[in-house]
T-cell receptor
Framework: NAGVTQTPKFRVLKTGQSMTLLCAQDMNHEYMYWYRQDPGMGLRLIHYSVGEGTTAKGEVPDGYNVSRLKKQNFLLGLESAAPSQTSVYFC????????????????FGEGSRLTVL | KNQVEQSPQSLIILEGKNCTLQCNYTVSPFSNLRWYKQDTGRGPVSLTIMTFSENTKSNGRYTATLDADTKQSSLHITASQLSDSASYICVVSSLEYGNKLVFGAGTILRVKS
C-alpha cells in the first residue's frame, strides 16, 4: 500500500544550490503533479504530466524543471535554489480520464519540506 | 478570476460537538468540488466529491452540501473526535480544459478534549 512516495522528506539548501525531489507512484496513474504549499495559501501547481514522456507548466513553474522518463516517476528539479522556494512540496497522481482533461481524485504523497537559506 | 474562499480560517471546538466549514467559489464553468482532509505533516486525502447535480453527500460523520446556484459548499462534521483535528481543503475543478484545479487555503480545525 505504498501509493505515492516522495524523497527526501526534509532538505536544507543554501542559495544557489541545486537538488532533485523524487516522486514515485505504484498505482499505474497517468497523471502526476507537483504542488507547493505555503502558509495561508492554497496548493499551487508547479508542473504536471499527463503521461510518460510529457510535462507541462502549471501556475508557478519559474525556477523549477521536471522530467517523467518513466510512468511511475516524476522528478522535480531546482537548478539554483532561492529563499522564495522555501516551501512544502507535494507530489500527487490521478488516474486518466475525467472531463476535458480535468483530473479526478488526487492521491498525494506525504510532502517534502525544503528550506533554502 | 477563478477563486475558492474558505471560512473560517481556523476553528476550535470541543470533542463531541458539531461544526460546519464553508467554501465559496467563483470557478466557472463548474465541474466538481472535492473536500480534502490534511492531517499535520501529511498529504491531503479526499473525503468527498460533489458534482453539479448533487446537493448532499455523506461519508460517515462528514456531510458535504453543494448549492451550485449560489456557488457555495459546506462540510458538516458531526460528533467531532480528536482525530478530526486537521486542515480541510476545498478544491474546485473547471470544465474548461487547461484550467485544472483551484484550491482553497483551507480551514484549520482543532478538536479539544
Amino acid at each position: 500500500n505504498a501509493g505515492v512516495t516522495q524523497t527526501p522528506k526534509f532538505r536544507v539548501l543554501k542559495t544557489g544550490q541545486s537538488m532533485t525531489l523524487l516522486c514515485a507512484q505504484d498505482m499505474n496513474h497517468e497523471y502526476m503533479y507537483w504542488y507547493r504549499q505555503d502558509p495561508g495559501m492554497g496548493l499551487r501547481l508547479i508542473h504536471y504530466s499527463v503521461g510518460e514522456g510529457t510535462t507541462a507548466k502549471g501556475e508557478v513553474p519559474d525556477g523549477y524543471n521536471v522530467s517523467r522518463l518513466k510512468k511511475q516517476n516524476f522528478l522535480l528539479g531546482l537548478e539554483s535554489a532561492a529563499p522564495s522556494q522555501t516551501s512544502v512540496y507535494f507530489c500527487a497522481s490521478s488516474p486518466s480520464g475525467g472531463v476535458a482533461g480535468v483530473p479526478g481524485e488526487l492521491f498525494f504523497g506525504e510532502g517534502s519540506r525544503l528550506t533554502v537559506l | 478570476k477563478n477563486q475558492v474562499e474558505q471560512s473560517p480560517q481556523s476553528l476550535i471546538i470541543l470533542e463531541g460537538k458539531n461544526c460546519t466549514l464553508q467554501c465559496n467559489y467563483t470557478v466557472s464553468p463548474f465541474s466538481n468540488l472535492r473536500w480534502y482532509k490534511q492531517d499535520t505533516g501529511r498529504g491531503p486525502v479526499s473525503l468527498t466529491i460533489m458534482t453539479f447535480s448533487e446537493n448532499t453527500k455523506s461519508n460517515g460523520r462528514y456531510t458535504a452540501t453543494l448549492d451550485a446556484d449560489t456557488k457555495q459548499s459546506s462540510l458538516h462534521i458531526t460528533a467531532s473526535q480528536l482525530s478530526d483535528s486537521a486542515s480541510y481543503i476545498c478544491v474546485v475543478s473547471s470544465l474548461e480544459y487547461g484550467n485544472k484545479l483551484v484550491f482553497g487555503a483551507g480551514t484549520i480545525l482543532r478538536v479539544k478534549s
